[in-house]
Structures are given as C-alpha cells and as structure tokens.
C-alpha cells in the first residue's frame, strides 16, 4: 500500500515539474473558426502556456508537415479554400522538447442546423 502511494506521489511530482518547467500545456486561438475563403485568420498562442518556447511551428493543412516556422507567436493564414481544416501548433522549447496541439476550423459557410420540436 505505501509503495503505490509512493509510485503515486512521484508520478504526480514528476508531472508538476514537468508543466512547471514548460508551461501547463500549450494553447492557441485564431481570431475566428469559421473565416471565409481568403479571411485572414491571425492565430495568437497563450505565451504563459509556452515559457520557454524558442519556435512555434504551424501546420495549416492537417498532413503532419510544418507549413511556417516562425519565434513570433503570432501568426497570419489565409485559407484558399472551403472546408474543414485541422491546424496544428508544435512548440520546441530551449531543452528540445516538442509539444504540439490542434484544434478544426471550417474554412466558408457553416451549414445550418435546424431543430425542430416534437
């Protein structure tokens, strides 16, 4: 019993000072998740979530390739086309260390949804 406690709390200090050393997950928001064709979209990252960070590489398109690779962490994009798009942000931070996250924007006219009542 001690020793799953103990497992336990060096788990959990391991993880505090992991987040403590590199942020307590990194984030990001564009300016909208529903843009037009040709909108430009300007994606913020939280920098309290990054300390540390020394680039930020984004992947626009969803195929797992970096499409910019900027130290700003603050970026413009413009979409050429309707759809649903999956970006992703990967932060490398001083020690090396990658950490991504991704959220979906669609790209032109949302469809609509009705609700009707029975």
């Keep these: 019993m001690k020793r799953g406690l103990l497992i336990t709390l ?5 993880l505090w000072i992991g987040l403590a050393a590199f942020g307590q997950g ?4 564009p300016t909208t998740y529903n843009p037009a064709v040709g909108e430009a979209v300007t994606f913020s990252v939280c920098e309290a979530c990054t300390a540390g960070a ?17 130290s700003d962490p603050f970026v413009d994009h413009t979409f ?32 609509l949804i009705g609700i009707r009542r029975v």
């Design 10 to 14: 060096g788990g959990a200090l391991l």
């Design 26 to 29: 990194i984030d990001f928001d």
């Design 54 to 70: 020394v680039e930020y590489e984004w992947d626009f398109d969803g195929d797992g390739v970096s499409d910019l690779s900027s």
């Design 80 to 111: 050429a086309a309707a759809g649903y798009e999956e970006v992703t942000l990967r932060v490398v931070g001083s020690d090396g260390r990658v950490t991504a996250r991704r959220k979906g924007i669609l790209v032109g006219k949302s469809p």
